[in-house]
């Protein structure tokens, strides 16, 4: 499998390529420019998401500047900017105009974040690798929002029918072909039209286990597979874990194909992924990320290890190396960490933060990605000074 040290390499091969291939070619206004050389350096991952909850980083060009010279002066080395969330992007899309009639996110209007993130990022070195943080989630408690008001036909379906929501998320059918290839489109959209060194899906390239009851998706695995699909979808028997497996599968089809595709484009285009923990996310949202890395579906694997105390976050990682992937395969991952969490009000201490790196690397993981920016900035930047005074120094 793809592992970080190609990753430094491919970055060197990518920066005078960049410049061709993508000189005068944005869809925004303002197209950013490419840095006269892309150097890597020795260091694993170090990475952060920034998205537009709970964040005003992407409010405005100067808020993106700044949040740029910080992230460089602290140590980091690549920024996952969210571009697609809420139903809306944060990019003038021509798939978006063409089929919602909406181009950008209103909060966006005239200006192209993407874009602006990218030349800021560029200046100070950082590499960019667009998030599409909902993937096949069309909004949050908004009964399926805009997207599901023009195509209804494109909703998930729980067992009764009714539209699949789960956490106040409302689902596209992530079995559905037309749906696949409308995010596929906007992945690849990307790719092609701004000089990033991949894409991100999160922890919704997804189904949650309930779904998969819409009368397209019964009937194509009643002619698949000759049986019915179970009601009950959490009963442990043969039947209703086939019906896991096979809904999983088709997942796991998405994302081969989304790999093979990013690659066309530019085979030193990186597919980064973020899934839940397995076998969890495998078991309620059908993401076979075990499947993705033994099939080399992958370069980069972004677990969210998502835990506030240390034993909590240790278990998870050594269940990682120790069960699940081999040396070559753990050299890929770069696990999650959550810095903050708005809604809980949680805030790490620098403490544990600095404990979780140490045990990464002693376990043999070159790199994480931090959720999110704004738990960098919390008391008067705790965390970023303890990174910068520390591993990241």
């Known amino acids: 499998m793809p592992f970080f040290p190609s990753f430094q390499s491919t970055i060197r091969r990518f920066g005078s390529d960049l410049k ?7 869809l925004s206004p303002n197209p950013a420019a490419m840095p006269s050389s892309l150097v890597a350096d020795n260091t694993g991952m170090r990475g952060v998401w920034i998205p537009s909850t709970d964040c005003k980083v992407l409010t405005s060009k100067q808020r993106i500047a700044e949040a740029m010279n910080f992230l460089a002066d602290t140590g980091f080395n690549t920024v996952f900017p969210v571009v697609w969330n809420r139903g809306f992007t944060a990019y003038p899309s021509q798939i978006m105009r063409e ?19 990218i030349v800021e990022a560029n200046r100070v070195g950082l590499k960019v690798i667009p998030w599409f943080e909902y993937g096949f989630v069309s909004s949050y408690n908004l009964n399926g929002g805009h997207l599901l008001a023009k195509k209804p036909e494109w909703a998930a379906r729980d067992c009764n029918g009714n539209l699949l929501k789960k956490n106040k998320f409302e689902w596209m059918n992530s079995l559905d072909p037309e749906v696949q290839d409308f995010l596929l489109g906007l992945m690849l959209e ?53 019906w896991l497996h096979w809904r999983a599968d088709i997942i796991t089809d998405f994302v081969a194909r989304l790999h093979r595709e990013l690659k066309a484009i530019n085979p030193d285009l990186l597919l980064s992924m973020s899934p839940s923990p397995y076998d969890w996310g495998f078991v309620e949202y059908l993401q076979d990320s075990q499947a993705w890395v033994d099939k080399k579906l992958v370069d980069m694997l972004h677990p969210q290890f998502y835990r506030r105390d240390f034993n909590g976050y240790k278990q998870l990682l050594d269940r990682l190396i120790d069960r699940q992937l081999t040396c070559e395969q753990v050299s890929c991952v770069s696990p999650g960490i959550l810095l903050a969490n708005r809604g809980g009000n949680y805030s790490m201490n620098p403490e544990l933060l600095l404990q979780v790196i140490a045990y990464n690397r002693a376990r043999g993981v070159p790199g994480e990605v931090l959720f999110f920016y704004e738990g960098l900035r919390d008391n008067d930047n705790a965390l970023a000074e303890a990174l910068k005074n520390g591993p990241y120094g």
């Open 190 to 242: 990307v790719a092609r039209n701004y000089p990033v060194h991949g894409v991100q899906g999160d922890d919704r390239i997804a189904l949650p286990c309930e779904g998969g009851y819409d009368e397209k998706t019964v009937k194509r695995y009643r002619q698949e597979c000759g049986r019915e699909a179970p009601h009950n979808c959490r009963e442990q028997h043969c039947r209703e874990q086939h």
């Open 99 to 117: 089929q919602f009639g909406v181009e950008i996110d209103a909060r966006y209007q005239g200006r192209d974040p993407l874009g602006e993130l």
């Open 20 to 26: 061709q291939r993508f000189a005068g070619k944005f």
